[in-house]
């Protein structure tokens, strides 16, 4: 069992690494965007009650978050780890994160921060919005926004996986193969 959290600004990159990271090994990837989307486009409880949230590009309450967190780390027993994406952004949801895989007899193996400068994280993401369909992509308000939300509630989060031994930056600049490899050479050497 191994389990990575996948850290970083939004467009950082950790979508597009997640996709070859699970394959390579061999893990469920859960991204907390991507599960509140789906919920957003199938109008479900969920959805409507994330949706004035991430219509603001703020960060959706704990309690929901992790509740859903939760439900879907259910949904697979028998993994051989989690690639958690987008979760935990606050301490409350690292604290809880940790409860509940002690709880199974897990834990965080690792917290894998994709590093990459504000200015340049802005530009990748209006990019994105032109073709993702994402509104939270298209109004550099909502951006700045997100921004925001990082700095003030999940940034905290370095200090806590520091202070675990847990903490491995990465730079985030460069050919998307070559950002593999760094992340690679990281869990490698768990
Ligand atoms: P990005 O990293 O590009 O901002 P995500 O796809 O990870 O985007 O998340 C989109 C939105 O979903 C966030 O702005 C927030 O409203 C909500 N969200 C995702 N993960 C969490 C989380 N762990 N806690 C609270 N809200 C979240």
Do not use: C
């Amino acid at each position: 069992m191994i389990n990575i959290v996948l850290f970083g600004k939004p467009g950082a990159g950790k979508g597009t690494q997640a996709e070859f990271l699970k394959e390579k090994y061999n893990l469920t990837h859960i991204s907390t965007g991507d599960v509140f989307r789906y919920n957003l486009k199938n109008n479900t409880a969920l959805g409507q009650e994330a949706k004035s949230y991430m219509d603001k590009g703020d960060l959706v309450p704990d309690e929901l978050t992790i509740k859903m967190l939760q439900d879907e780390v259910e949904k697979h027993p028998g993994t051989a780890g989690f690639l958690f994406d987008g979760f935990p952004r606050t301490t409350a949801q690292a604290d809880a994160l940790d409860a509940f895989l002690t709880s199974k007899g897990w834990q965080v193996d690792a917290t894998i921060a994709l590093e990459a400068d504000d200015e340049i994280l802005v530009a990748r993401l209006l990019e994105r919005g032109k073709t993702s369909g994402r509104p939270d992509d298209q109004d550099e308000n909502l951006i700045r926004n997100r921004y925001q939300e990082y700095n003030d509630k999940t940034a905290p989060l370095m200090d806590y996986y520091k202070s675990q031994g847990k903490f491995y930056a990465v730079n985030g600049i460069g050919e998307i193969s070559d950002i593999t490899a760094r992340i690679n050479a990281v869990i490698d050497q768990l």
